[in-house]
């Protein structure tokens, strides 16, 4: 049972990167993603979250309009696109999974509110100036 992030990268500012979260040993139908990031020296972030059946999305200010979240469940994936890519964006990446709740909201969910079940591995993303 895990979590496989991948699609990380160097990219210049300004460029994009799809990052791929891919569920093996259970499916992700019931569970909500979480994708979240950490830099050196910071805490670790919640960047965007969608609920089971992706009807409800939350973006951190920091991210929105620029990248957008998505999931395929026939794929057993989840997505993140990230456009517009800058230097601060440099982080290691990684996507969560958590059994997900009717009452549960995209906004707790990526503030840590819930305790998720399985963590992918982290992809690291630099974005150069």
């Known amino acids: 049972v895990q979590l496989q992030a991948s699609g990380g990268g160097l990219v210049q500012a300004g460029g994009s990167l799809r990052l791929s979260c891919v569920a093996s040993?259970?499916?992700?139908?019931?569970?909500?993603i979480g994708w979240f990031r950490q830099a050196p020296g910071k805490e670790r972030e919640g960047v965007s979250c969608?609920?089971?059946?992706?009807?409800?999305?939350y973006y951190a200010d920091s991210v929105k309009g620029r990248f957008t979240i998505s999931r395929d469940n026939a794929k057993n994936t989840a997505y993140l696109q990230m456009n517009s890519l800058k230097p601060e964006d440099t982080a290691v990446y990684y996507c969560?999974?958590?059994?997900?709740?009717?009452?549960?909201?995209?906004?707790?969910?990526?503030?840590?509110?819930?305790?998720?079940?399985?963590w992918g591995q982290g992809t690291q993303v630099t974005v150069s100036s």
């Open positions: 969560a999974a958590v059994y997900w709740v009717p009452s549960f909201s995209g906004d707790e969910a990526c503030r840590g509110v819930y305790e998720y079940d399985y």
């Open positions: 040993g259970f499916t992700l139908d019931h569970y909500g």
């Open positions: 969608i609920s089971s059946s992706g009807g409800r999305t």
